[in-house]
């Protein structure tokens, strides 16, 4: 059933389960870890959400787009992409008609610049970079490029022929600290629920990782990566995909927005998962302690908790509730709220002293009348 095709939906059972565990063999998964852990990642919302979407995307138009056609052949591709490969070798041995051999004193850049030509002379090759681009993703969750049938805004990660998978991630995600924080530290309300009540920012659920804590729409909306099931479960993988602490770090920029402790955000963040198919695990990410808070022990996402934070501190309240929610600063909290109580409270005994000389005035009247009534 694993030679199943890549347009059959909803995948069998079976082939998910063989998915799951063929998918990542070559990195040698700690089973014994994956066995003992609190919450176990079994990845049925990666299956049923992520890998099943991405290959009826890549199959369409009943696959002519894609040299792959079946699970078992993904499973085989993804498999020869774990084992080190550079992409052209990758090419080579995908298709038995295409050769690039170049001389062992070629440059990197030359040879890159080679291979693209020959494979632009080679429209049939095509089909074979769809495949690698959409296998590369499924152990990943990254977006290395769309299929050739449509056509997406979203950005991908570049993977020259000359690189290898883990080469190519570990050139994009790097340790960079080019921001500097106005306060050292993040404090609790710096929360997913408090961007968007208090901040006015949307949330933009993501399954791309290229994509996490990344602002747009003129920075009136982040993208959130909410796949913490998949994130565990490399963080069991005895050969990493992706370079040293990016998938710890990743799970602690989740346990900072949505802590576990906090009643509001495990409520706001239910609706979420139910009106948009989230994962679930992501509302299991732990709390956050003080150190967690920290943008020191932040590297990979640094720079992007730096701009973020910066766009929440800049938001203003625009409606009363988001008044009353925003605590970020207390002094100015205060004293907003005691000038609203003492404007409240001003216009209420102004209008109890109107009424009442108002009614004054009105006895008064009614006494004259009924005084003057029997003589006239």
Known sequence: MVDASLQAYPIPGDVRARVVDELWRPCQPQTEILAHMVGRPDLNTYVARYYSHQCLRFARDGGIHISVKTHSEVIKLAHIILQGSTRAMIVCELDGKFKHNPNENEAEEDLDEGLDEKLKLNPAVASVQTAINLCAGLVTMCNFGDPECGFSSREHLPWSNHQTLRQAIAQHFQREKKLQPDNPRMRRLFTARHLVSIGGLKIRWTNNLM????????????????NAEFLRYQSC??????????????????????PQNDRKTRRWLSK??????????????GNAWAQDRRFENFYFWHDRLVILKQNFDDASPRKLSQWWGDRRNSAQWYTFWVAI????????????????GALQVYLSWKSLQQEGGPDG
């Open 211 to 226: 994509d996490h804590l990344r602002l747009s729409d003129d920075d009136r909306a982040v993208f959130i990566f909410h």
């Open 237 to 258: 993988l005895s050969d990493q995909i992706f370079p040293d602490d990016l998938i710890s770090e990743t799970l602690r920029t989740l346990t900072l927005l949505f």
């Open 341 to 356: 109580l003492v404007f409240v409270t001003t216009v209420f005994f102004g209008l109890v002293q109107s009424i009442e």
């Open 272 to 285: 979420q998962i139910s009106e948009h198919s989230l994962d679930p695990s992501i509302s299991r990410c």
